[in-house]
Nanobody
Framework: QVQLVESGGGLAQAGGSLILSCVLS????????MGWFRQTPGRERAFVAA????????YYVDSVSGRFTISRDNAKNTMYLQMNNLKPEDTAVYYC????????????????WGQGTQVTVSS
């Protein structure tokens, strides 16, 4: 059974940092492009960042560029999102996703999704 499991969410103050992790089980990790999305109540899930299977292709939404860093460790089947200089508008449920096609992943179409982890940033 294929599973994506996120961890690392929680409460942070504005200007603080959090790191999210996402572990893929049940599939070979390296062929998959991986991404992070976030969703707030009443809004659609939105793209945050993505990383290619090799780790060389990196993509960010403008609002997090320079503050968030996506990375992966293929030996550990794990993707990370280092979030620095957090802002209250970063408050959301964060989801990880996996897809063999980067264009589809960045458009929000993924083969697998995690269950989500809450990130709350207080001002």
């Amino acid at each position: 059974q294929v599973q994506l499991v996120e961890s690392g969410g929680g409460l942070a103050q504005a200007g603080g940092s959090l790191i999210l992790s996402c572990v893929l089980s049940g599939r070979t990790f390296s062929p998959y492009n991986m991404g992070w999305f976030r969703q707030t109540p009443g809004r659609e899930r939105a793209f945050v960042a993505a990383i290619s299977g090799s780790g060389l292709g990196l993509y960010y939404v403008d609002s997090v560029s320079g503050r968030f860093t996506i990375s992966r460790d293929n030996a550990k089947n794990t993707m990370y999102l280092q979030m620095n200089n957090l802002k209250p508008e970063d408050t959301a449920v964060y989801y990880c996703a996996a897809s063999p096609q980067m264009d589809r992943l960045r458009a929000g179409v993924a083969n697998y999704w995690g269950q989500g982890t809450q990130v709350t940033v207080s001002s």
